[in-house]
T-cell receptor, first 114, second 108 residues
Framework: DAGVTQSPTHLIKTRGQQVTLRCSPKSGHDTVSWYQQALGQGPQFIFQ???????QRGNFPDRFSGHQFPNYSSELNVNALLLGDSALYLC?????????????FGNGTRLTVT | RKEVEQDPGPFNVPEGATVAFNCTYS??????FFWYRQDCRKEPKLLMS???SGNEDGRFTAQLNRASQYISLLIRDSKLSDSATYLC?????????FGTGTSLTVIP
């Protein structure tokens, strides 16, 4: 039973560039959420995708955008990268509904912006 | 005010000690509650869900007090392998809110 998979594991970009991160949810899960985790902080919610639509969004600028595909996999795109975008980006999946269902995380993508 | 607040620690305890972490949440309509464990530079992993009646999993006991909007995690007989950051997580309608995490180091 494959868990949540993310790619790439590490990425180095320069300011102003654009980046795309990818995520495949755990088998049987149809909801994908993206989080940003800066060093020493808890994960911060970016947005959630369900049925190929952004269902909810956290307090992140429009430079952060995403997509969900019919197979439930998802992408996170960040445009015009800033130094402050350097962080661990976590993808998490869950089955929709089920108020008690926890999140299952991927290994994350560590993004460094120089 | 933050949705979820935790004491960041760090907590440094000897092997065999009992340690307790606390967490408060601001939204009384919150629906589900969890503790996650995160090792250095790794992803968070579910430790346990938290139920109003309290629940136990081996050396770990979680409690929820909805009236006080308070969640706790008790670790008994601490092991070196328990060293990690413990994240308190609260689920609202469509979003999970994370605390900043409490750092635990178990010392030989």
């Amino acid at each position: 039973d494959a868990g949540v998979t993310q790619s790439p594991t590490h990425l180095i970009k320069t300011r102003g560039q654009q980046v795309t991160l990818r995520c495949s949810p755990k088998s049987g899960h149809d909801t994908v959420s993206w989080y940003q985790q800066a060093l020493g902080q808890g994960p911060q919610f970016i947005f959630q995708y369900y049925e190929e639509e952004e269902r909810q969004r956290g307090n992140f600028p429009d430079r952060f955008s995403g997509h969900q595909f019919p197979n439930y996999s998802s992408e996170l795109n960040v445009n015009a990268l800033l130094l402050g975008d350097s962080a661990l980006y976590l993808c998490a999946s869950s089955p929709d509904g089920g108020l008690d269902s926890p999140l299952h995380f991927g290994n994350g993508t560590r993004l460094t912006v120089t | 005010r933050k949705e979820v607040e935790q004491d960041p620690g760090p907590f440094n305890v000897p092997e065999g000690a009992t340690v307790a972490f606390n967490c408060t949440y601001s939204n009384s309509a919150s629906q589900s509650f969890f503790w996650y464990r995160q090792d250095c530079r790794k992803e968070p992993k579910l430790l346990m869900s938290v139920y109003s009646s309290g629940n136990e999993d081996g050396r770990f006991t979680a409690q929820l007090n909805r009236a006080s909007q308070y969640i706790s995690l008790l670790i008994r007989d601490s092991k070196l392998s328990d060293s990690a950051t413990y994240l308190c997580v609260v689920r609202g309608r469509n979003q999970f809110y994370f605390g900043t995490g409490t750092s635990l180091t178990v010392i030989p």
